[in-house]
């Protein structure tokens, strides 16, 4: 099995579980590599309730070295989820400084002052055009992409979680962002998560994944679990699509730098 590399803790109010039985989850699951990437703190703080505060950098960091102790001969590699918000530039480097990450995360949840991926906020999705929402979407993640801050850019068709989906062919949306990615060297993740939302489906969407492939983006698949019993779910389906895709490999990331394993 791949490694599993974007993986939450209880310190973002909304994961459950010890480290230790995330560990066992994660051996009894044949994991090359375990990761621990919670939401980063975003300051001005409070900014919303969905994440760990700057505070509570230390405990996330005890927690590390709890799962490392019960590891055995697993490699823990460390991280964070990092949201790319407006000028939240001098904040990511100055994270990036905090501790030695093997990788950060870089994730679009915001749009604005707008989490459209918070089921609190359906309301909103009611009221707005969804064509804008992804035009406006898929700009942010390639502008994310371009900033080079982040290792592993996350759940890259998020936007769908509602399944809210412009009619027509979405490789218009997938084009334009796919030449960002390739051009900046991230790896990209196919995020199992999503087959257990709305949109019943992984993100990103198979043809997605396939010009990513044929880009020559590197992956790496993850659970995004937020319970010990989410670590790797799915994994052998995602390797199959992954396959289908054209990929016959995944990364591994140590102190941010990357190398192949084979799939
Ligand atoms: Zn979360
Ligand atoms: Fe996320
Ligand atoms: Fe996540
Ligand atoms: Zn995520």
Redo the contacts with the bound molecule.
Sequence with gaps: MPADY?THTPLCRHATGEPEDYVVAARAAGLSEYGISDHAPVRPEPFDDWRMDEAELPDYFDWIDRARAAAGPLPIRAGL?CDWLQGCESWIEDLASRYPWDYLIG?VHYLGDWDFDNPKWLGRWAESDVEAVWSRYWKTYAAMARSRLFDIL??PDLVKKFSHRPPGDLARFYEPVIAAIAESGATIELNTAGWHKPCAEAYPHPRFLELASQAGIPLVISS?AHAPAEVARDFEKAIGWARSAGYRETQLFEQRQRKPEAL
Excluded: F, L
Aim: no cysteine.
């Design positions: 974007h989820e994730s996350g759940h995004d």
